[in-house]
């Protein structure tokens, strides 16, 4: 069975300084990678997506993610914060042949200092 | 481009009563999903409709059930409703097979 960890539970960083969200995965076959975004009481927004090709991935609000079939990881990053990207991230997993239902992992709360 | 809409925001109900909840997917998206996100348990799939079929169900019991309607709307149906169905439940949609799952705001039950 296919699992997602992002083994940071909360991650605490300056407004301007650099960050990584930590993803890894397991699965038999390179699966389709997802980052959302959960703002406090809200729904999940799509940050970026990777089904195939290039493995550096482009996503919205500033957010990039590469895939590393030999580490399973699907690390996300972006280069400078936002007071406004506080939130909770979620990494998630789907088979690309399978019962169509996205596999979460337990997600990373965002917290930025002024 | 309206996004998936969910309705109630806010349920609240007592144990063993029944919940409906429902979703209207994106104009033109044909697969309809519910997850449940319970404190602590995370995200995790409940169903998945497509064309009006029922075609996965996660690991919860039959006491969880829903239907997709023929303009590709859904509900979800939580009868003998127990506190630890208190959750937030989201509903997204997507073209068909295999396309981005696209979520909606929620809707929070509260089992009292």
């Known amino acids: 069975a296919q699992s997602v960890t992002q083994p940071d539970i909360h991650i605490t960083v300056s407004e301007g300084a650099s960050l990584e969200l930590r993803c890894n995965y397991s699965?038999?076959?390179?699966?389709?990678l997802f980052w959302y975004v959960q703002s406090p009481g809200q729904g999940l927004q799509l940050l970026l997506k990777?089904?195939?090709?290039?493995?550096l991935v482009q996503g919205i609000k500033g957010f990039e993610a590469e895939f590393k079939r030999s580490q399973s990881s699907f690390n996300l990053r972006k280069p400078s914060v936002h007071w406004s990207d506080a939130a909770e991230y979620f990494c998630?997993?789907?088979?690309?042949?399978?019962?169509?239902?996205?596999?979460f992992g337990q997600g990373t709360r965002l917290t930025i200092n002024p | 481009e309206a996004g998936v809409t969910q309705s109630p925001t806010h349920l609240i109900k007592t144990r063993g009563q029944q919940a409906t909840l429902r979703c209207s997917p994106i104009?033109?998206?044909?697969?309809v999903y519910w997850y449940q996100q319970a404190l602590g348990l995370g995200l995790q799939f409940l169903l998945w409709?497509?064309?009006?079929?029922?075609?996965n169900r996660g690991n919860f019991p039959p006491r969880f059930s829903g239907r997709q309607f023929p303009n590709y709307s859904s509900e979800l149906n939580v009868n003998a409703l127990e506190l630890e169905d208190s959750a937030l439940y989201l509903c997204?949609?997507?073209?068909?097979?295999?396309?981005?799952?696209?979520f909606g705001p929620g809707t929070r039950l509260t089992v009292l």
């Open positions: 997204a949609s997507s073209r068909g097979q295999w396309d981005t799952q696209y």
């Open positions: 699965y038999g076959a390179t699966p389709y």
């Open positions: 990777y089904f195939s090709g290039d493995t």
């Open positions: 998630a997993v789907g088979e690309p042949q399978g019962a169509q239902k996205l596999v």
């Open positions: 104009s033109g998206h044909t697969s």
């Open positions: 409709y497509d064309e009006g079929e029922e075609r």
